[in-house]
């Protein structure tokens, strides 16, 4: 084998059965759907409202629809990176309890934490184990339970967020031009104010005070994050187009972060891209963060045709933020 590209060979994916609709949602708070989709175009979300199950669950049964579907040997199977903001617990990670379930004997596990854009920054991560000629067969996971860490009285936020979970099985080839083709990801560092979760962690441990004051949801400045999404995701795309040579004439399909509709139209416009060549599945499944973007690919798997050039691009609590620039490998099915 000469130089060695990675690819993406399938996509499962997973999205709860319970459905929250914004007609559900304005008799637990101060709210309506002409309010939520104006804002954000989100008309509902999965809920995992099952006791006892989390975000394994659903990354489970994504992993095992990707495997069923591809047909991939478990044994064949070298790493599973899990991108998670809501894992299971603080020990042991979410990736160890699938590769648990899973029985993949032959791999190892572990979850990274970097928000909304933690699926881009592990099929990077993922693509640089492949080309390294270390690693044949990477699963990555995109997976949060958002309710787990939403405040139902909140009306500010309780709209915007839902479960599931996605997964992709990246490969080597030795063909030419196709797979991720480049990355542009950043962390500036600048989002705690802004979007976090105050209690929970080690500065902030878990105790009656946190608990009794509503701390262990997720707190977000909503006009500073959409600003500074709107810039970056724009500005990310910008890039990549630039130095892979990427116009509204060649790329296919944008697949952008699902939090915001404004937001997505907003990434369109910057590249000059129709919007029926903008994946968006916002209105039925809302900001599932890390899982956004393998959900619509997942979705979208069926239109999809080899050489086709993608550009995905994600902004995340840090801030974390960037674009992938990904040549599809197979006509989807």
Known sequence: MGKINAIITGVGGYVPD??????????????????????VGIKERRI???????TSYMARKAAKQLMKKTGADPDSID????????ADYHYPSTASIVIGKLGLKNAFAFDLWAACSGFLYLL????????????????VIGADKMSSVTDYKDRQTCPLFGDGAAAVLVEATDEENIGLMDSYLRTDGLGLP???????????????????????????EGRTVFRYAVTN?????????????????????????????RIIEAVAKRLEMPMEKVMVNIERYGNTSAATIPLALWEYEPQLRKGDNLIMTAFGAGFTHGANYLRWAYDGK
Not at 48 to 54: F, N, S, V
Not at 194 to 204: E, I, N, T
């Open 48 to 54: 995992l409202t099952e006791e006892g199950l989390g």
């Open 124 to 139: 990077d991560m993922a693509s640089s184990m492949i080309q390294s000629g270390r690693y044949k067969k990477v699963i």
């Open 79 to 86: 790493a599973l990176l899990v991108a998670t903001s809501t």
């Open 233 to 261: 995701m724009s500005d990310d795309c910008a890039v990549i187009a630039e130095r892979n040579g990427l116009n509204k004439d060649n790329i296919d399909w944008v697949v952008p972060h699902q939090a915001n509709m």
């Open 194 to 220: 802004f979007l976090h979760m105050k209690a929970g962690g080690s500065v902030s441990p878990a105790c009656h005070f946190t608990v009794d004051h509503r701390m262990h949801f997720t707190y977000q």
């Open 18 to 39: 319970y459905v929250l609709t914004n007609e559900e949602l304005s008799r637990m708070v101060d709210t309506n759907d002409e309010w939520i989709m104006t804002r």
